[in-house]
T-cell receptor, first 113, second 116 residues
Framework: GESVGLHLPTLSVQEGDNSIINCAYS??????FIWYKQESGKGPQFIID?????DKRQGQRVTVLLNKTVKHLSLQIAATQPGDSAVYFC????????????FGTGTRLQVTL | GAVVSQHPSRVICKSGTSVKIECRSL??????MFWYRQFPKQSLMLMAT?????????EQGVEKDKFLINHASLTLSTLTVTSAHPEDSSFYIC????????????FGQGTRLTVV
């Protein structure tokens, strides 16, 4: 039967503030990481990626930080907007597995006015 | 941009019938497509990797005879849920990897399957 739904961790942020979403990944052999945004009833939308030979990458209003020592990834969203409300997933790709991604559990971001 | 289209977006079927879901890469060629399943409030779970012109590779615990995958061209992969039962009700999502790359995958909008 269908698995019991898990309660997604939720981050509530006031509009205009910065958001930091964290992710612990599992495999030290992962060489590529992606953050996705998923709105209700839709597929994941690519936000930003980073390779394991980098520790920081910036995009428009978003920054991804990678700490390989502790296997930690974070997504920073500057000046959070109501349209940023969604579930955010990190995904990791193992070296040599040709885009086979393993997804984290996800964090729900709620932007309050 | 790279667009991946899934069809249908929603489907309701009777228990025991089969349902086919299509995944198309609209503006690029994809040698590899991936099929995921997602339960409410949960993450995406990879079901299988679909390679053009060859058999799909299924993840552990996924029944290949239950979830038939066909990847007949560089722009189309299909997932058929055979003899569907209520426990197969879920959100199914495909992604496609652009030919010549081995990193970013682009996702379809998902298909909500409800088996009654």
């Amino acid at each position: 039967g269908e698995s019991v739904g898990l309660h997604l961790p939720t981050l509530s942020v006031q509009e205009g503030d910065n958001s930091i979403i964290n992710c612990a990944y599992s495999n030290s052999a992962s060489d590529y990481f992606i953050w996705y945004k998923q709105e209700s009833g839709k597929g994941p939308q690519f936000i930003i990626d980073i390779r394991s030979n980098m520790d920081k990458r910036q995009g428009q209003r978003v920054t991804v930080l990678l700490n390989k020592t502790v296997k930690h990834l974070s997504l920073q969203i500057a000046a959070t907007q109501p349209g940023d409300s969604a579930v955010y997933f990190c995904a990791e790709k193992l070296t040599g597995t040709a885009s086979k991604l393993t997804f984290g559990t996800g964090t729900r971001l709620q932007v309050t006015l | 941009g790279a667009v991946v289209s899934q069809h249908p977006s929603r489907v309701i079927c009777k228990s025991g019938t089969s349902v086919k879901i299509e995944c198309r890469s609209l503006d690029f060629q994809a040698t590899t497509m991936f099929w995921y399943r997602q339960f409410p409030k949960q993450s995406l779970m990879l079901m299988a990797t679909s390679n053009e012109g060859s058999k799909a590779t299924y993840e552990q615990g996924v029944e290949k005879d239950k979830f038939l995958i066909n990847h007949a061209s560089l722009t189309l992969s299909t997932l058929t849920v055979t003899s569907a039962h209520p426990e197969d009700s879920s959100f199914y999502i495909c992604s496609a990897r652009r030919i010549g790359t081995n990193t970013e995958a682009f996702f379809g909008q998902g298909t909500r399957l409800t088996v009654v």
